[in-house]
Nanobody, 121 residues
Framework: QVRLVESGGGLVPAGGFLNLSCAAS????????MKWYRQAPGKQRDLVAA???????NYANSVKGRFTISLDNAKNTVYLQMNSLKTEDTAVYYC???????????????WGQGTQVTVSS
């Protein structure tokens, strides 16, 4: 199996910053991509940022210039540096990974348990 463990959420005032991390472990041969999503109460889960093992990145328009995603391939860990936080960034943030499993060499999608980010006004 594959496990994703997120950390780094919390309460921060508007204009502040937080750094999220998500570590993947278990039956991993390689990771093709890792992504961060977020879901605010009563809303759908939306893509925030994504990165591939090859280094390409993309961001939701709402976070461009404020958030930075990075991937440490050696540690199977993805980071999300969030600066200039706004109240509308408040949500549960979920990590997602596209993992090629070592035992099957097939690709699967896995989710973390989520971490709460609350930005106060």
């Amino acid at each position: 199996q594959v496990r994703l463990v997120e950390s780094g959420g919390g309460l921060v005032p508007a204009g502040g910053f937080l750094n999220l991390s998500c570590a993947a472990s278990g039956d991993i041969f390689s990771i093709n991509a890792m992504k961060w999503y977020r879901q605010a109460p009563g809303k759908q889960r939306d893509l925030v940022a994504a990165t591939t093992s090859g280094g390409s990145v993309n961001y939701a328009n709402s976070v461009k210039g404020r958030f930075t995603i990075s991937l440490d391939n050696a540690k199977n860990t993805v980071y999300l540096q969030m600066n200039s936080l706004k109240t509308e960034d408040t949500a549960v943030y979920y990590c997602n990974a596209e993992v090629v499993r070592a035992t099957t060499r097939l690709s699967y999608s896995y989710w973390g348990q989520g971490t709460q980010v609350t930005v106060s006004s």
